[in-house]
C-alpha cells in the first residue's frame, strides 16, 4: 500500500470534517459552525447556504450525485431518501444545486414508519433536521446529512432526537456540579460511547438454504452439532483466511467513514468474531455501530458470506451482545469517572460515581427495557451473557473504598503490585485494580462502565437515552443540595456518604450466573424482569414519566408511543418466528423425513424378499421413531397454528403475553420434536443445512 492510500490519509476520507471544513469554510462561518458543534447552540441559519455549497463542492468531488437525511426511525434500523443534486435550467442544460434549506430540512413521509400511534396512516407529512454534531459522509456516491426525525405536530419519530436531548440534559446539569468544583473553564459535559460489536459469519449458501436464517435471522431448529464450543479453541484463535479478508476490507469502509474500529478477533462460539471501535461522543458512537452493523451485513456476501447479527442464531451455543462503553467527561479532555492514583481524596469522581451508581439502582428497570427485545430474550441469562437481573460491578479495590465511605471506616489502599511470569525474558508488568466479571450486566472498567445487556441486533440509542437522563437526574439533585449547602466540603462528604449507603444494594462482585444471586436480589429488592413484555409494562410508570418529561427527553405522548412500538415489535417477531416454523414443519421437514421412512421400508421390504431371516429390526425401530415423530409433529404444528391464529386477533400488548404464555411453549415443543426427527434422519435426506455443517463451514 503506498502512502497515497495509507491509513492515516484513508480514515475519514469520505467524512465532511472538521479538517475539511477548516480548509473550505469561511473563516467566520468555519467558527460559528465549530461553536454549534462544540457547544451545542442552535446553528446560524444566516450560514447554511455557505455550508451548503461547501458540503456539495466537496461531495461532487468525491463522485456524489446525490444527498439524503440520513435518520433513525423507530424501526431500529435507518432510513435514506436520495435527492440528485440536479437541477434543470432549461435549454436541455442543467446545474447542480444544493441550498441551506435542504441541509437543514427535509421532509419525508412519515406515516409509514412505526409511530406507536402518532401518526394516522392519512397523515403522512414529517421533518428530518439536520444534526450538525455528527458529521456528514459520503457512501454509495451520495452525501448523507445525519438528522433528526420529528412529525408534522412536533412530536419524535426517531432515536436521534430524545438522544440529544439526553445530552444537553447531563451537560446542563453537569456544569453545575462542576461551578461548584471551581471549574470555570469547561464549556460542555460529553457523554462518550464505544460499542463493542459480536457477530455470526456463516456461508451465504447455508443461509439461503435455511427459511429460518432468511426470515427471522436466527434459526428454529437444529438439533446440536457433535462439537459446539466445548473444546475452547475458537475464543481469540487463529482466524480463518476468508474471514480475515473480509474483517479488512470492513476495517477500510470504516476507516473511511471515519469509524475507528481497532479491534477484531474470534469470539468464544465457533463462526463468531467481534469488532471493537474506539470511543467518541454518544451520538457520533451510535451513528457508527449502526453503519458498522450495516456494512458488516453488506460486505460479508463479496466473500461468500452472510452476516448475523441476531442474538441467538444457535441454541446451544453463545448468543452475541453489544458491550456499550459508556463515560462521562468534558470538553477540555477530564474524563469524570477517572478514579487517579488517589481516588479517595478525588471527590469529584467519588460525587460522580455515586451519580451513576444512585441512577443504575433508580433507574434499573428502564435499562432492563433498553436491553429487552424478543431476540434478546434467548440470549440473556446464557454463557457470556448478564442475566435480567440489573446489578453493578466496581471491582475489589473500588468496591473496598465504597464500602469503607458508607462504614466511615479507614480505607486502606492495596499497594500496585507488578506480575512478574517467572520467566527472565519477559517483563513484569503491572496488574490492574481491578478483574473483569464476565457476569456482571453494569462493570466499571477503570474508567468508563460496560453495560453488556444490549443485543447485538440493537441499537444502542434507548440505553445511552437511559443513562444520560438518569445521571443528569442523579446530577440535579446533588446540585440541588450542594447549592444551598452552608458548607460545600462538609456536605459534599455527607452527601456520598449517604448516596453510597442507600444504593449499596445494587453493588454486587460474584457470579451472576448463579441461582443463589437471583434469590439474594430479590431479597435485595432488585427487579428481575425475565422477559421482554414483564420489562415493557414498567416503561410508564409514574417515576420513569418524571424522569424523561422533568428533563425535557421524552414527552408522555412519546413514551406512550414508544411503549406500543416496543410490544408492537415483539408480537411481530414472534409473529413471523411462529409462521415460519409452521411452514418450515410442513413444507421442508415432514416431506422430507416421510420420504427418508418410505426408503426405508423399501429397504426392510427387499431384504425380506431375499430371505425371512435377514435381521431388519434396526430399520423398523427407526421407522416406528420416525413415523412418530412426524405424527407429532404435523400435531404440533396444527396447535401452534391455532394458538397463533388467536394471538393475531389480540391488541399488540396482550399478544405479547399471550406468546409469552401459550405461544412460545408450542413453539418450543415442536422445535423439540423437529430437532429429534433430525437427529434419526440420514444426512442426505435432511432438506436444511444443520448446526454442523454451518457453524464450521467457513474457512
Known amino acids: 500500500m503506498d502512502k497515497h492510500n495509507s491509513i492515516p490519509n484513508i480514515f475519514a476520507s469520505a467524512v465532511f470534517s472538521e479538517d475539511v471544513m477548516r ?176 457477530y455470526f459469519l456463516i456461508d451465504k449458501e447455508h443461509f439461503k438454504a435455511r427459511r429460518d436464517l432468511y426470515f427471522c435471522g436466527r434459526t428454529l431448529f437444529g438439533a446440536p452439532a457433535v462439537k459446539g464450543q466445548e473444546m475452547e479453541d475458537h475464543y481469540f484463535g487463529q482466524i480463518p483466511m476468508r474471514v480475515a479478508e473480509y474483517m479488512h476490507a470492513l476495517d477500510i469502509e470504516l476507516w ?31 451513528d457508527h455501530n449502526q453503519l458498522i452493523m450495516e456494512y458488516m451485513k453488506k460486505l460479508a456476501p463479496s466473500f461468500g458470506m ?61 435499562l432492563r427495557i433498553s436491553s429487552a427485545t424478543a431476540g434478546n430474550d434467548c440470549r440473556l441469562g446464557g454463557n457470556e451473557a448478564p442475566p435480567s437481573v440489573i446489578s453493578i460491578f466496581l471491582g475489589d479495590e473500588l468496591d473496598n473504598l465504597v464500602h469503607s465511605i458508607i462504614d466511615g471506616s479507614a480505607y486502606s489502599k492495596k499497594s500496585s503490585k507488578y506480575m512478574s511470569f517467572g520467566v527472565s525474558t519477559v517483563p513484569s508488568i503491572r496488574r490492574d485494580t481491578t478483574d473483569r466479571n464476565r457476569t456482571s450486566p453494569f462493570a466499571f472498567t477503570g474508567n468508563k462502565f460496560e453495560f453488556r445487556m444490549i443485543g447485538s441486533a440493537q441499537s444502542i440509542a434507548l440505553a445511552n437515552i437511559v443513562l444520560n437522563t438518569a445521571v443528569a437526574a442523579s446530577l440535579a439533585e446533588f446540585a ?40 439474594e436480589a430479590k431479597e435485595r429488592g432488585l427487579s428481575n424482569y425475565k422477559n421482554s413484555p ?50 418450515m414443519t410442513l413444507r421442508d421437514f415432514i416431506p422430507a423425513v416421510s420420504s427418508y421412512v418410505g426408503s426405508l421400508s423399501e429397504s426392510v421390504n427387499r431384504k425380506r424378499l431375499v430371505s425371512s431371516k435377514i435381521d431388519t429390526a434396526a430399520e423398523c425401530d427407526i421407522i416406528e421413531k420416525l413415523s412418530s415423530l412426524i405424527d407429532k409433529a404435523y400435531t404440533a404444528a396444527c396447535e401452534l397454528e391455532r394458538v397463533e391464529g388467536i394471538a393475531n386477533k389480540k391488541n399488540a400488548e396482550d399478544a405479547s403475553y399471550y406468546y409469552i404464555k401459550t405461544v412460545i411453549p408450542r413453539m418450543d415443543a415442536l422445535r423439540k420434536t423437529v430437532d429429534a426427527m433430525e437427529a434419526l434422519t440420514a444426512r442426505n435426506y435432511w432438506p436444511v443445512p444443520t448446526y454442523g455443517d454451518i457453524l464450521f463451514s467457513v474457512k
Open 256 to 286: 473511511r467513514l471515519g469509524i475507528s474500529a481497532k479491534t477484531k478477533h474470534n469470539e468464544s462460539a465457533p463462526s463468531q468474531h467481534e469488532l471493537a471501535p474506539m470511543y467518541g461522543t454518544v451520538n457520533i458512537g451510535v
Open 480 to 519: 440541588d443540595k450542594l447549592e444551598n449547602a452552608d458548607s460545600f466540603d462538609s456536605a459534599l462528604e455527607k452527601l456520598i456518604q449517604s448516596t453510597l449507603k442507600k444504593h449499596q444494594r445494587i453493588l454486587f462482585l460474584g457470579n451472576s450466573y448463579t441461582k443463589e444471586w437471583e434469590i
Open 534 to 583: 414483564e420489562a415493557y409494562a414498567h416503561f410508564l410508570d409514574k417515576r420513569n414519566i418524571e424522569l424523561f418529561t422533568r428533563f425535557g427527553v421524552m414527552s408522555e405522548t412519546e413514551m406512550r408511543s414508544r411503549r406500543e412500538i416496543l410490544f408492537e415489535s415483539y408480537r411481530k417477531t414472534k409473529n413471523i418466528e411462529a409462521r415460519t416454523m409452521i411452514e
Open 23 to 198: 480548509e473550505r469554510l469561511p473563516k467566520d462561518v468555519y467558527k460559528s459552525l465549530l461553536h454549534t458543534i462544540a457547544e451545542g447552540t442552535e446553528i446560524d441559519a444566516s450560514i447554511a447556504d455557505v455550508v451548503a455549497g461547501a458540503m456539495k463542492d466537496w461531495a461532487i468531488e468525491h463522485g456524489a450525485t446525490h444527498f439524503t437525511h440520513w435518520f433513525q426511525p423507530l424501526s431500529g434500523v435507518t432510513a435514506e431518501k436520495h435527492d440528485a443534486f440536479l437541477t434543470p435550467v432549461g435549454h436541455g442544460k442543467a446545474i447542480m444545486e444544493f441550498s441551506g434549506k435542504e441541509l437543514i430540512k427535509g421532509e419525508p413521509d412519515a406515516s409509514s414508519f412505526p409511530s406507536g400511534g402518532l401518526r394516522a396512516t392519512f397523515e403522512a407529512r414529517g421533518y428530518t433536521a439536520w444534526d450538525p454534531a455528527s458529521y456528514a459522509f459520503i457512501k454509495d456516491g451520495s452525501l448523507y446529512i445525519p438528522t433528526a426525525f420529528c412529525s408534522y405536530t412536533g412530536e419524535a419519530l426517531d432515536t436521534k432526537t430524545p438522544l440529544l436531548r439526553s445530552m444537553d440534559a447531563i451537560n446542563r446539569e453537569g456544569l453545575r456540579i462542576l461551578r461548584l468544583f471551581g471549574d470555570t473553564t469547561t464549556k460542555r459535559v460529553i457523554t462518550t460511547v464505544g460499542a463493542e460489536q459480536e
Open 306 to 366: 452472510e452476516c448475523l447479527l441476531a442474538e441467538k442464531p444457535f441454541e446451544g451455543i453463545n448468543g452475541s451482545g453489544k458491550h456499550n462503553n459508556w463515560s462521562i467527561g468534558t470538553d477540555t479532555g477530564i474524563n469524570l469517572l477517572k478514579p487517579g492514583k488517589t481516588p479517595e481524596e478525588n471527590k469529584l469522581f467519588l460525587l460522580t460515581l455515586a451519580a451513576v451508581i444512585k441512577a443504575v439502582d433508580e433507574y434499573q428497570d428502564l
